[in-house]
């Protein structure tokens, strides 16, 4: 089955504990792109990639780290969460790079940092 | 930049039409995308428009008027399950990486 995976879909952390949310797809698709949403908010982009060893800034790249290094994975690394990145996370791929192909995203990660 | 905008909230009866606007502003449009998302789950699509004019799918419309930086997303015969947020998403050629999502309408279907 086509999809997008994400683990874990639910985690509690405390302040300052390195994460990793791991992001996986088996559509051998180009773009990649993490996104996080916050109440009466929509999708914020956080990091994109166009292809393996390709990342780029979206709107709120701060605080957040990603790597390409295989085409199919593409983890968000938070190294020092605070409280403000609480928030539910959404890694989404694409086919092609070029911005006219729909985005398939994952079941979502519940972030809570105490 | 880009800047998208669309109603927060819209409230319709089951078996009615109702149309949620969005309007954007990009300085390279290359294509709008409607997604669907029900509450606590991930977006899924529903239509994109690069080109002006409507689009139809089943009981979903989506029109574009690239002049005015406008679209709308009219869903048919409404159903409680219809209930959900609604995000308009505009790509742009001149980053074509970026993914600029509007903040979604939610749209609640009473019977």
């Known amino acids: 089955e086509a999809q997008v995976t994400q683990n874990p879909r639910y985690l509690i952390t405390v302040t300052g504990k390195k994460l990793t949310v791991t992001c996986s797809q088996n559509m051998n698709h180009e773009y990649m792109s993490w996104y996080r949403q916050d109440p009466g908010l929509g999708l914020r982009q956080i990091y994109y990639?166009?292809?393996?060893?390709?990342?780029d800034k979206g709107d709120v790249p701060e605080g957040y780290k990603v790597s390409r290094k295989e085409k199919r994975n593409f983890p968000l690394i938070l190294e020092s969460p605070s409280p403000n990145q609480t928030s539910l996370y959404f890694c989404?791929?694409?086919?092609?790079?070029?911005?006219?192909?729909?985005?398939?995203f994952g079941p979502g990660t519940r972030l809570t940092v105490l | 930049g880009q800047n998208i905008d669309q109603p927060t909230e819209m409230t319709a009866t089951e078996g009615a039409i109702v149309q949620i606007n969005c309007t954007y502003q990009?300085?390279?449009?290359?294509?709008l995308f409607w997604y669907q998302q029900h509450a606590g789950e991930a977006p899924t699509f529903l239509s994109y428009?690069?080109?002006?004019g409507l689009e139809e799918k089943g009981r979903f419309s989506s029109f574009l008027s690239r002049s005015k930086g406008y679209s709308y997303l009219l869903l048919k015969e409404l159903q409680m399950k219809d209930s959900a947020s609604y995000l308009c998403a505009v790509r742009d050629y001149t980053n074509a990486g970026k993914s600029t999502f509007g903040d979604g309408t939610t749209l609640t279907v009473k019977p």
């Open positions: 428009n690069v080109l002006d």
């Open positions: 990009t300085s390279g449009f290359n294509g």
């Open positions: 990639s166009m292809n393996v060893e390709v990342t």
């Open positions: 989404a791929s694409s086919l092609s790079t070029g911005g006219t192909d729909t985005q398939y």
